[in-house]
């Protein structure tokens, strides 16, 4: 089945703990990309990449890193979360094209917050 | 600079009743625009695109959208109103950037069906 896979689901922490939120894709996208949602402002994307070992910052990359070691994985990394980081987050794959025309596939999100 | 407004945040119509979500975008390029819809406690799930084929656009469960580059708009409608239509939609514009695409998401409309 054709999927984004995101873990963890949930995840409660404290301030300046480091985490790790792992995405992961089987439909061999080059474009992945990581979003956060937070009520009355829709989805603001953190980080993308166009392919292996390409990424570049989304609207709201501070405090956030990526990479892209493999085509399937993008994991999204706080290094010292805080707790305006709370947030819902999605990861997101497409196929790339140069118009911007693909279609993106989300995984089920993970809720994070931060204490 | 590229942006997408999404005119109501909140919109109420009975079941059976036509459905408008409007949608207006500013783009410094032909852009490609979506539609997302997020159920509750849900993933985000593609409803319909246009990329400047026809200017009508039909998309999964009744929705369809128009086109419309001399107003800049894209709404969103469905002539009768379903109880599962109950979400948050989301307004997109993938619109040229220095060198990529970028994808502008709108602020979302919650959709709220009365029955």
């Known amino acids: 089945e054709a999927q984004v896979t995101q873990n963890p689901r949930y995840l409660i922490t404290v301030t300046g703990k480091k985490l790790t939120v792992t995405c992961s894709q089987n439909?061999?996208?080059?474009?992945m990309s990581w979003y956060r949602q937070d009520p009355g402002l829709g989805l603001r994307q953190i980080y993308y990449?166009?392919?292996?070992?390409?990424?570049d910052k989304g609207d709201v990359p501070e405090g956030y890193k990526v990479s892209r070691k493999e085509k399937r994985n993008f994991p999204l990394i706080l290094e010292s979360p805080s707790p305006n980081q709370t947030s819902l987050y999605f990861c997101?794959?497409?196929?790339?094209?140069?118009?911007?025309?693909?279609?993106?596939?989300f995984g089920p999100g993970t809720r994070l917050l931060v204490l | 600079a590229q942006s997408v407004t999404q005119l109501d945040s909140h919109v109420s119509v009975s079941e059976g009743t036509p459905v408008l979500l409007r949608c207006n975008y500013s783009s410094s390029y032909s852009p490609s625009l979506f539609w997302y819809v997020q159920h509750p406690n849900k993933g985000l799930q593609l409803l319909l695109k246009?990329?400047?084929?026809a200017t009508l656009v039909k998309g999964i469960n009744g929705f369809e959208a128009e086109f419309k580059k001399s107003e800049t708009s894209f709404h969103l409608t469905k002539p009768s109103a379903h109880m599962s239509d109950a979400a948050e939609y989301f307004c997109?514009?993938?619109?040229?950037?220095?060198?990529?695409?970028?994808?502008?998401w709108g602020a979302g409309t919650k959709l709220i069906i009365k029955p």
């Open positions: 997101a794959s497409s196929l790339f094209s140069l118009e911007g025309r693909e279609t993106q596939y």
């Open positions: 439909m061999n996208h080059e474009y």
């Open positions: 990449s166009m392919n292996v070992e390409v990424t």
């Open positions: 997109v514009v993938s619109d040229l950037g220095d060198s990529n695409y970028q994808l502008i």
């Open positions: 246009y990329t400047s084929a």
